[in-house]
C-alpha cells in the first residue's frame, strides 16, 4: 500500500514541479530580461524536461 502511494505521490510530484519551474523562472524573465524572454523560456522549457526525464521515478 505504501509503495503504491510514493509512486502516486512521486509521479505527482515530478509532473508539478517542472510546470512551476517554467512559470517562476518565464516571471522572473520577463521582470529582468524582457528583451529575451521568449528565448530564455523556451530553453528553459528543453532544460527541464530533459533534466525531468532523467530524474523520473517511473522510468526506473
Excluded: N, Q
Aim: proline residues 5%; contains cysteine.
Amino acid at each position: 500500500m505504501m509503495k503504491i502511494i510514493k509512486f502516486i505521490f512521486l509521479s505527482l510530484f515530478f509532473d508539478v514541479i517542472p510546470v512551476w519551474i517554467v512559470i517562476i523562472l518565464s516571471a522572473l524573465y520577463v521582470e529582468f530580461i524582457p528583451e529575451h524572454w521568449g528565448k530564455l523560456t523556451l530553453l528553459t522549457i528543453a532544460v527541464v524536461v530533459w533534466k525531468g526525464d532523467c530524474f523520473d521515478p517511473i522510468k526506473k
